[in-house]
C-alpha cells in the first residue's frame, strides 16, 4: 500500500510538471563600445584608419606569401591550437554526458551470486543464483538538478569553443609578430654590414693619410674604436635573428632550425595602406576572449542551481527485467523472467547546513567570475585603445625617423667628401657616420614597429574570425 502511493505520488508530480530551482542566466547588458583612438576624427594619425570592413585573413593585406604560409600552418599545426581542441572534445563529452543523465541508464548484466547463509534445521547452505537483464535507473528531474548540470555543461562547452578561437587569434597574431620582428633583425644586421663596410673604407682612409703624414694616430685609432664597436652589436643582433627564426618554428609546431631556408632575409616595407578596422562599436562581441568569459559566466550561475537544487529531494526509480535462476543452464527459460521496480527518495534533511554552506560557496564562485568577466571586458576595451594609440604614433615615429635617416646619410656623404678634400676634420665625419648609422637603425626598428602595430590592432579586436581559415581546427569542434 505505502508503495503504491508512493508510485501515485511521483507519478502526480510528473504530470504536474518539473520544477527547475536557482537563478535563471542572463547575459550582460553589452552597450555599444566607444573607442576614443578609432574615430576618425579624433585619431592621431587618421589617414592610416579607415573605417572599411576588414577581411578575416588579415595578414593578407602585407602581401608576403612568406607569411601567409607561416600563418596558415600554424593554425593547422600549433600546439596550443591541439591542446585547445582537446579542451573542447572533452567539454563536449562532459556536455553529452550530463544530457544522457536526463534519460534513464539501462546497462546489460548477467550476474552470479555465490553464498552461504544459516538455514532453519539445515544447518549453512551454499547457494548460488544467476541473473541476466537489464538493470535500469533513472532519476526524476524534479527540481532541474540534472537541467542545471547539462546547463553549465553546455556553457562550457561553448566557453571552449571561444577559447579555442581566442588561441587561434593569439598564435596567428604571434606569428605575424616575430616574423616582422625577424624581418626587421634581419634589416638592421644588413644596417650593421653596409655600416662595417663604409667603415672599413674610412678606416683605410685614416690609415693611408696617417702614412702620408696628414693624418694622425688619433684619427686611425678613433677609427678603428668606432668598427669595433659596430662590430661587437652584430653577434647580438645575429642571436636575434636566430632566436625569432626558432620561435616561429615551434609556434608552426616543428623544430627549431626547421624554417632556416624559408626564413632567409629578404625585404619587408612598413605598411603603407590604409588599415580597416570596421564597426568597432561590436568590439566586446568580437572578442573571443569576452565571449569565453560570458559563457563561464552562464556555467557559473547554472551550477547555482544545481547547488539549490539539493536542497529539495531527490526521487529515483530502479528496475530489473530479465531472468533469475538459480541453475545456470536453465537461465533464460521462460518460467525464470522476472522484474522488478524500486522507487526511492532520499533527501538531506538532517544535513542542509552542509547543503546551505555548498550554495554559499556556489553563489560566491559565480560572483567570482562575474568580476573576472568585468575585468576581461575592461582588459579588452584598454588592449584596443592601446593598440589604435600606438599604431597612430608609431606611423608618424616612422616619418619623422625616415626624414632622419635621410638628412642623416646626406650629411655622412657630405663630412666624407670635406673630410677628403681636407675642409673638415676626423671628428666630424665620424660624428655624421654615428649618426647615420643610429638612424638607419631606427628605421628599421620603426619599420617593424609599424607591422607589429597592425597585428597588435588585428589581435585587440578579436582577429576578425581568423579561425574560419583553419578548417582542420573548427570542423572538430
Known amino acids: 500500500m505505502v508503495m503504491r502511493t508512493l508510485v501515485v505520488g511521483i507519478a502526480v508530480a510528473l504530470l504536474a510538471g518539473c520544477v527547475t530551482v536557482g537563478p535563471d542566466y542572463v547575459a550582460p547588458a553589452e552597450a555599444p563600445t566607444t573607442l576614443e583612438n578609432a574615430s576618425l576624427e579624433r585619431a592621431p594619425n587618421a589617414a592610416f584608419i579607415g573605417g572599411e570592413h576588414p577581411i578575416a585573413t588579415w595578414w593578407g593585406q602585407f602581401d608576403d606569401p612568406v607569411l601567409d604560409q607561416l600563418v596558415r600552418e600554424s593554425l593547422l599545426a ?12 572533452e567539454a563536449r563529452a562532459v556536455f ?45 528531474d524534479l527540481f532541474g538538478r540534472i537541467r542545471r548540470g547539462a546547463e553549465a555543461a553546455h556553457a562550457d562547452l561553448q566557453a571552449e569553443r571561444n577559447e579555442l578561437a581566442a588561441a587561434q587569434v593569439t598564435v596567428a597574431a604571434e606569428v605575424a609578430r616575430n616574423y616582422f620582428e625577424l624581418r626587421g633583425t634581419q634589416r638592421r644586421l644588413e644596417v650593421a654590414r653596409q655600416t662595417l663596410k663604409n667603415l672599413g673604407e674610412t678606416q683605410r682612409l685614416t690609415e693611408s693619410r696617417f702614412d702620408l703624414g696628414a693624418g694622425s694616430q688619433l684619427e686611425v685609432q678613433s677609427s678603428l674604436a668606432r668598427v669595433r664597436a659596430v662590430e661587437a652589436g652584430v653577434p647580438l643582433l645575429e642571436a636575434s635573428e ?12 616543428q ?95 538532517f544535513d542542509m547546513g552542509s ?32 593598440a589604435l594609440l600606438s599604431y597612430a604614433k608609431r606611423q608618424t615615429q616612422l616619418k619623422l625617423v625616415l626624414e632622419q635617416s635621410v638628412a642623416a646619410r646626406r650629411a655622412a656623404e657630405l663630412a666624407e667628401v670635406r673630410y677628403r678634400e681636407g675642409s673638415s676634420d676626423f671628428l666630424t665625419l665620424l660624428d655624421a657616420q654615428r649618426s647615420q648609422l643610429a638612424a638607419d637603425d631606427a628605421l628599421a626598428q620603426a619599420e617593424a614597429g609599424v607591422n607589429v602595430g597592425v597585428v597588435t590592432i588585428y589581435k585587440s579586436l578579436g582577429g576578425w574570425g581568423e579561425q574560419d581559415v583553419a578548417p582542420a581546427l573548427a570542423a572538430q569542434p
Open 78 to 89: 600549433n600546439p596550443d591550437l591541439r591542446i585547445a581542441i582537446a579542451r573542447v572534445q
Open 96 to 140: 553529452s554526458e550530463r544530457r544522457l543523465d536526463l534519460a534513464p541508464h539501462v546497462p546489460v548484466g548477467v550476474e552470479q551470486t555465490r553464498s552461504k547463509q544459516p538455514v532453519e534445521g539445515a544447518g549453512r547452505v551454499l547457494t548460488e543464483t544467476y541473473s541476466a537483464g537489464f538493470d535500469a535507473a533513472w532519476e526524476l
Open 242 to 253: 636566430a632566436q625569432s627564426r626558432y620561435r616561429l618554428a615551434v609556434l608552426l609546431g
Open 255 to 349: 623544430r627549431p632550425g626547421a624554417l632556416d631556408t624559408l626564413l632567409s632575409p629578404r625585404e619587408m616595407p612598413a605598411f603603407a595602406k590604409a588599415l580597416p578596422i570596421g564597426d568597432t562599436t561590436q568590439l566586446l562581441r568580437q572578442r573571443p576572449d569576452v565571449r569565453a568569459a560570458e559563457r563561464r559566466l552562464a556555467a557559473a550561475t547554472a551550477r547555482v542551481g544545481v547547488a539549490t537544487a539539493d536542497l529539495f529531494p531527490r526521487v529515483s526509480l530502479r528496475g530489473f527485467v530479465g531472468f533469475l535462476s538459480g541453475d545456470f543452464r536453465g537461465l533464460i527459460d521462460g518460467d525464470n523472467k522476472a522484474w522488478s521496480l524500486t522507487p526511492s527518495v532520499s533527501w538531506a534533511a
Open 355 to 386: 547543503v546551505r554552506a555548498r550554495l554559499r560557496a556556489s553563489e560566491a564562485q559565480a560572483d567570482g567570475v562575474a568580476a573576472q568577466y568585468e575585468k576581461t571586458v575592461l582588459s579588452a576595451l584598454e588592449d584596443t585603445e592601446n
